[in-house]
């Protein structure tokens, strides 16, 4: 009896305690460490295809993932210039590999490569960098690339864009 008169008294001590003594840290969702107090806005230049080959549509298909990117996973407003982050740059390779030989000495599966050149300010804290970012996709040799392009380009640009936005904004 004494025991449970002795809980109900020390239980609500220690609660106020903790709430008034202790503040848990910030957590989000999207895993971002944006200050939404200080930066509001993002520029992101269109990301121009300077692969030496490409498939046509990849410019587009980039650009738009990585604003979707952004827009979904932050509270950013995009803008088209004088942005409190600021990402351009362009897709710089865009190549196959054989990646396995069979034993009567054919490839047996192609690799295929993406490549873009990222470059980063955030004006606020006065940071910027260039990195380049590379994203693989592997198809059976026995296809051709015409019948495969499309969702290994897709698988790519997912993974390249969420490279991407985790070096900018991510909090991993």
């Known amino acids: 009896m004494i025991r449970k008169i002795i809980l109900l008294i020390a239980l609500p001590l220690v609660i106020?305690?903790?709430?008034?003594?202790?503040?848990?840290?910030?957590?989000?969702?999207?895993?971002?460490?944006?200050?939404?107090?200080?930066?509001?806005?993002?520029?992101?230049?269109?990301?121009?295809?300077?692969?030496p080959y490409g498939w046509a549509p990849m410019e587009a298909?980039?650009?738009n993932k990585l604003q979707d990117v952004y827009a979904n996973q932050t509270r950013l407003r995009i803008v088209k210039r004088s942005g409190?982050?600021?990402?351009?740059?362009?897709?710089?390779?865009?190549?196959?590999?054989?990646?396995?030989?069979?034993?009567?000495?054919?490839?047996?599966?192609v690799q295929l490569r993406m490549t873009v050149n990222i470059r980063f300010t955030n004006s606020k804290t006065n940071t910027n960098w260039e990195k380049q970012f590379?994203?693989?996709?592997?198809?059976?040799?026995?296809?051709?690339?015409t019948a495969v392009q499309e969702r290994l380009v897709t698988e790519m640009v997912n993974d390249l864009c969420?490279?991407?936005?985790?070096?900018?904004?991510?909090?991993w």
């Open 16 to 51: 106020i305690t903790l709430l008034t003594g202790c503040s848990l840290p910030k957590y989000s969702f999207t895993g971002t460490n944006i200050n939404y107090d200080l930066i509001k806005t993002i520029q992101i230049d269109k990301i121009a295809n300077r692969a």
């Open 61 to 63: 298909i980039f650009n």
């Open 84 to 109: 409190d982050l600021h990402v351009s740059g362009e897709i710089t390779g865009y190549d196959q590999y054989n990646k396995g030989i069979s034993a009567d000495g054919y490839a047996s599966q």
């Open 134 to 145: 590379s994203a693989t996709s592997q198809y059976d040799a026995t296809q051709q690339l």
């Open 162 to 171: 969420d490279q991407i936005f985790n070096a900018t904004v991510g909090d």
